[in-house]
């Protein structure tokens, strides 16, 4: 791949003159800067790929590793070498994963071949994103949505306070989408490769101040190795590409593809690329499209390795949600899955061991296929929201439309099933017109009432089209299981999502919720606290932090201090990474959960900007030192 080195002086008019030779035919030039790039910015015909940043001026190259062969596909992570660090820096122990894989990219197929030609004619003639904004990839992966290159594990300095000492050793990890190829069509920001961020703290007796260790490697999914190794995308966007008359047409190419072996959607479909979950002693990249995918994070040099696709010997197959939940309790984890044909939801569980327990529940009383991307749980029930975002495969088929949109004439529904239910028998479900939550914050039990707290996206046509256009408000919903009355009370007038609590409340009551305000959604400006005792009487926040007037975040994550018994709900810290599209940085944020403003007590430096993600985790040093290996 040649790639254009562009210093912080070049021109900008010849900038956009090589980037349009290189893009794909039909599709208009790329956005320019504003401002010129910065001089560790360089851009190649795929990607927005930035050098790390050299910390300090005493820099040493870190060696080129040798190549060598691996017969395990999943971990096979580049190893990069030029990578500039200081040398008082955390040393780096050497790797726990096999070398790199060299490989020659054979030429493709007659089959390929064709099908190719055959995407390039949708795209430019039938569908070309230039059309539609909104999925043009020249706009949707621009300034801090672009992708970035693999980072193997770099040191990054503490610049501000220490690391406080329940976040020791530990590794904050934000999954997120990260294309490795610019797509061909359509594209819609849900739809890039997983790509893990993972940064490793420093350990205990540092007095919280040596360095931490970033490292950001993709989730080798079936699909991304497919791609990979096709050096371009194969599969269409599920939520953009599917559209009228083209989604058909790229639909039956996707047919011939897998009619002559160049793809198999049994060995998965998914991106893994929107959150991750921690039990069994094992960690879990997940995307709801796909089964989950073992990963690990060295507690020693913070590397990631796919470990692979896991099916839970042989119990769990088509998919799984991307938001399971754990008691904190029992350690159990529950979880569904959703799809386009009967039964439109199934639900399951696994014991504390990370086995699957009992039979799949399938839920037939569920109408139609619903886009249902989370559930709630209380100590006896689960909780699954029933949205006016729907699937809808045959508006593309007879309308010309998507696959999936808005119904307004349906009315949302919450349906409360047994928490250890073999059947869908003692399933109810409750009309609570106008809302649709996307995300749960939580559930509890409170006498013979269940109290479910959730962002409601109130403009529920733009939630999966125009991202930018939607406000959610936080709202608490309580269904009287005796008489069945529903009452909904607002929280905050806000526009608030990507909410967390202190997981030790997972199920139970709850007083405090910290959640990002849409600047507008996805991008997230800043980190509100929110006291839920406050509902009906007041505006619910107590407390907000914004990151500054060129600053965006992510999903912020709760850590508990963990230092005595009987510490209050939010004696912690909340966590996030926040880049600055001012100045290019991107920084790792500790904010104390107590304070007013939740100031901040430590700031991390980052060699390079982590793109916007999704949802992210806080994985203990005790739980990385645990992690099992893949059965």
């Not at 992708?147 to 997120?176: F, M, Q």
């Not at 990474?577 to 959960?593: I, L, P």
Request: aromatic residues 8%; glycine residues 10%.
């Amino acid at each position: 791949m040649d790639v254009l080195l562009i210093s912080s002086s070049s021109s900008l008019s010849a900038t956009s003159r090589r980037l349009r030779m290189l893009g794909p035919s039909g599709l208009p030039p790329p956005t320019s800067f504003s401002s010129p790039p910065p001089p560790f910015l360089r851009i190649s015909a795929v990607r927005v790929e930035e050098k790390p940043r050299a910390p300090g001026p005493k820099t040493k190259t870190a060696p080129t590793s040798t190549t060598t062969t691996t017969t395990n596909p999943y971990q096979d992570n580049k190893q990069d070498s030029g990578i500039s660090q200081r040398t008082n820096h955390r040393p780096i122990p050497p790797r726990l994963q096999p070398a790199p894989v060299s490989r020659v990219r054979a030429a493709p197929s007659p089959q390929a071949t064709f099908c190719n030609a055959l995407d390039e004619l949708i795209n430019n003639f039938i569908d070309p994103p230039v059309l539609r904004p909104s999925v043009d990839p020249r706009h949707v992966l621009s300034n801090n949505f672009a992708p970035v290159d693999e980072l193997p594990p770099i040191s990054c300095p503490v610049v501000r306070g220490a690391i406080p000492r329940c976040l020791a050793g530990g590794a904050y990890i934000r999954n997120g989408p990260n294309p490795q190829y610019l797509p061909r069509g359509p594209h819609h920001l849900f739809d890039g490769d997983g790509m893990l961020h993972s940064l490793l703290l420093p350990p205990a007796g540092s007095d919280g101040m040596a360095p931490a260790i970033l490292c950001s490697r993709y989730v080798r999914t079936y699909r991304y190795l497919l791609e990979r190794d096709a050096g371009a995308p194969v599969f269409p966007s599920i939520f953009s590409a599917f559209h009228g008359a083209a989604g058909m047409a790229r639909g039956a190419v996707s047919a011939v593809r897998v009619l002559t072996g160049q793809m198999n959607p049994v060995e998965g479909v998914g991106l893994a690329n929107t959150s991750l979950a921690f039990f069994g002693g094992r960690l879990f990249a997940l995307g709801e499209s796909d089964l989950p995918y073992a990963v690990r994070v060295s507690s020693e040099d913070g590397d990631i390795a796919t470990l692979g696709r896991c099916d839970f010997d042989g119990r769990l197959f088509m998919g799984m949600t991307a938001h399971p939940k754990k008691d904190p309790v029992t350690g159990e984890l529950f979880a569904f899955r959703y799809g386009p044909v009967p039964p439109f939801l199934t639900y399951f569980w696994f014991d504390s061991d990370g086995n699957k327990s009992g039979d799949d529940v399938p839920i037939f009383s569920l109408r139609q296929p619903s886009f249902l991307h989370d559930f709630a749980i209380t100590e006896r029930y689960a909780i699954f929201p029933d949205l006016q975002i729907v699937m809808k495969p045959m508006d593309m088929v007879l309308g010309g439309g998507a696959p999936v949109g808005s119904d307004n004439g349906k009315v949302p529904r919450i349906g409360v099933l047994p928490r250890y239910a073999t059947s869908e028998a003692e399933m109810r479900w409750f009309e609570v017109p106008g809302f649709n939550p996307v995300h749960a914050l939580n559930a509890w039990e409170d006498g013979d009432e269940l109290v479910l707290v959730a962002p409601n996206v109130l403009s529920v046509e733009h939630a999966l089209d125009r991202m930018e256009l939607v406000h959610s408000s936080l709202e608490m919903v309580r269904i009287d299981l005796g008489s069945g009355a529903v009452s909904r009370t607002p929280m905050s007038a806000a526009n608030i999502d990507f909410g967390v609590i202190n997981p030790r409340y997972m199920g139970r009551k709850n007083r405090y919720a910290y959640l990002g305000v849409g600047d507008p959604m996805p991008k997230i400006s800043g980190v509100v606290k929110l006291d839920l005792t406050l509902a009906g009487k007041s505006d619910c926040v107590v407390a907000r932090r914004d990151f500054g007037s060129t600053c965006f975040g992510g999903e912020p994550f709760f850590v508990a201090s963990g230092e005595r018994e009987g510490e209050e709900e939010d004696e912690g810290y909340v966590v996030s990474y926040v880049h600055d599209e001012g100045s290019g940085e991107s920084r790792f944020v500790v904010m104390d959960a107590r304070s007013p403003d939740l100031d901040i007590v430590a700031e991390v430096l980052l060699p390079r900007r982590v793109p916007y993600g999704f949802h992210g985790l806080f994985v203990s040093q005790a739980e990385l030192r645990s992690q099992r290996p893949l059965k």
